[in-house]
C-alpha cells in the first residue's frame, strides 16, 4: 500500500498559499487539527426554539501546542525562501515557542523578545529547550513589538510576528479545515483576540473558502477580549493591559484594521469578557468536556456564554425556527502551555500513607 499521513498545511493547502516550487518547505506536520463536539456547552446555550452544535477546534494538537504553527511553518519556509538565516518576534509566549521550534528544524537562529514576568511557564520551557536567544524585555508585550519592528529595520533578521504577511497566509488554514470537516462555514465562529491576527485570518480563509467554492456560506465573526486588555472593545489603545490569560495581554494591536474590517464584514461582534468569567469557561471545558486549553483560548468560550446570557444568540438565532446552529469556538493553545494556572485553580492532592484505611479514609469511604 502507498503510505498516506498528513505532512503539513503547506502541502495539503499549497495552492491558495503564496509558495511555489522552489519554496523549501519547514513543516513539522502541523495542522490537520480535530473538531470536536462540544454537547455540555451546548446544553448551556439559549437560543430559543432552535438548536446549537458547538463544535470546538483544538488547536493545542499543533507541534508547539498552538495555532501559530500554522503562520509559522510559512513565515519560516519563505524566510528560507528568500536566503535569511535568523528570525526575531516578540511574543506573550506562543509565538515565541513556535518560532524557537521552527528555527531550529530550519537550522536558523531565533531571538525572542518576552515581556518579563508575564509568559506562562510551558511557552518559556519551549522558547528555551529549542534553543532560541530569549531576552526578558522590562515592558509589556506592545513595547516588546515595538522593539522588535524597529529591531527588524536594522539589522538583517526576519521579524515573524504576525505583521508578517505569511503568518496570516498559514493561519487562514484553520478556516479551510473547518469548512472541510462541518462541510462547509459555521454560522457563528468564536475566537479570542489578542493582537488580531488570527481574527482576520480566519475571516480571509472563510472569504477565500467561499470564493472557492469550498463552502457557500460564511460566519459572523465573534471575537472576545480579555476585560483589563480589551483595546477593540473600548476603541482605544489600553496603556497597560491587565488579565490572567497572558497570552491576549495585549493593549494595541497590530491587526487593528484587519479585525475591525472583520467583524464589520461578517456582522461579528467583538466583547470583553472577564478573568472571572474566562476562567469559569475553562473549568466548564476541562471538567466537563475534558478538554484543556489555556486560559485565553477559553475566552472563545467565556463570550459564547454571554452572548447567550444577554439573549444576543437567541435573536441570531430567530430566523432558524427549529433549525440548527452551527458554532465553532477555536481552543487556540494547549492547556499543558500554563500549568501554574491548572494548578492554582485545583485541589492540592492529598498526602497519604500507602495502606488501604488511609485510603478509605481521605475518599471518606
Ligand atoms: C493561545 O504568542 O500574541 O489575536 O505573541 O497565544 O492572533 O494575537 C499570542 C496570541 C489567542 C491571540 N490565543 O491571537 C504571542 C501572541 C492564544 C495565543 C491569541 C494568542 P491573536
Known sequence: MRPRRWTGLI????????????TPVVTLDEGNTDLVPAPALAAELDLGRARAEVWLKIEGQNPTGSFKDRGMTLAVSKAAEE??????????????????AY?????????????KGSIALGKLAQALVHGATALAVEGNFDDALDMARQAAERFPITLVNSVNPYRLQGQKTGAFEVVEQL????????????????????WMGYREAKEHGLSRTLPRMLGFQAAGAAPLVRGHRVANPKTVATAIKIGNPASWDLAVAALKESRGRVEAVTDAAIL???????????????????????????????GWLRRAA?????????????????????????????????VIRPDLASLAKALRW
Open 280 to 310: 469559569k469557561a475553562y473549568l466548564l471545558l476541562t471538567r466537563r468536556e475534558g478538554v484543556f486549553c489555556e486560559p485565553a483560548s477559553a475566552a472563545s468560550v467565556a463570550g459564547l456564554l454571554r452572548l447567550s446570557r444577554e
Open 83 to 100: 536566503g535569511s538565516r535568523a528570525v526575531l518576534c516578540a511574543s506573550t509566549g506562543n509565538t515565541s515557542a513556535s518560532a524557537a
Open 11 to 22: 502541502r495539503r493547502w499549497g495552492r491558495y498559499l503564496p509558495v511555489s516550487a522552489r
Open 183 to 202: 462541510g462547509g462555514a459555521p454560522d457563528l465562529h468564536c475566537i479570542p483576540v489578542g493582537n488580531a491576527g488570527n481574527i482576520s485570518a480566519y
Open 103 to 115: 528555527a531550529a528544524r530550519a537550522g536558523m537562529k531565533c531571538v525572542v523578545l518576552l515581556p
Open 318 to 350: 430567530a430566523g432558524r425556527g427549529r433549525g440548527v446552529v452551527r458554532i465553532v469556538c477555536v481552543l487556540t493553545g494547549h492547556g499543558l502551555k500554563d500549568p501554574d494556572r491548572a494548578i492554582a485553580l485545583s485541589p492540592k492532592p492529598k
